[in-house]
């Protein structure tokens, strides 16, 4: 009796390969913006919540060094890293801003101050390019 196989499946996109996606080059730019955006506030915030200015230079670094990774390798694990870091960027400005936080309560309705105007601005946007482009992938 003749044994029906079918042909195998080719193998999954590697988490590892890069994409070399289009919008890589405006997601590292938007990366940029959000940490530059962090640098002038970071000396207030060392001094004034200690806490907050150590996030905010963990983010910058961050932001950076996805921007690079972007640039270099835009890998869906570095996608799926500037999803998870910019959404929590945006979730934390929220937060910041509908909620007393220790040591900064000045910040509660603060909506327009223009650097954080900036950096959720940019945050938002790398997010979204980061969950297109995971999305492009999975389509593929």
């Excluded at 042909?7 to 959000?34: D, K, W, Y």
């Excluded at 040591?103 to 959720?120: F, R």
Aim: one cysteine or more; proline letters at 8%.
């Amino acid at each position: 009796m003749a044994r029906h196989t079918s042909a195998p499946s080719p193998p999954a996109r590697s988490q590892h390969l890069p994409f070399h996606h289009p919008v890589r080059f405006p997601a590292a730019a938007l990366l940029l913006v959000a940490g530059i955006a962090h640098i002038p506030i970071t000396p207030g915030h060392l001094e004034e919540a200690p806490y907050i200015g150590i996030l905010f230079i963990a983010l910058t670094v961050v932001c950076f060094a996805l921007a690079l990774m972007l640039l270099r390798h835009d890998t869906a694990l570095v996608w799926a890293a500037v999803l998870a870091v910019t959404v929590a960027a945006v979730l934390a400005y929220l937060v910041s801003r509908m909620t007393a936080l220790p040591q900064i309560a000045d910040d509660v309705g603060n909506w327009t101050e223009p650097l954080g105007l900036a950096s959720i601005t940019s945050e938002f946007l790398a997010a979204a390019l980061a969950a297109a482009a995971l999305a492009s992938r999975d389509r593929r």
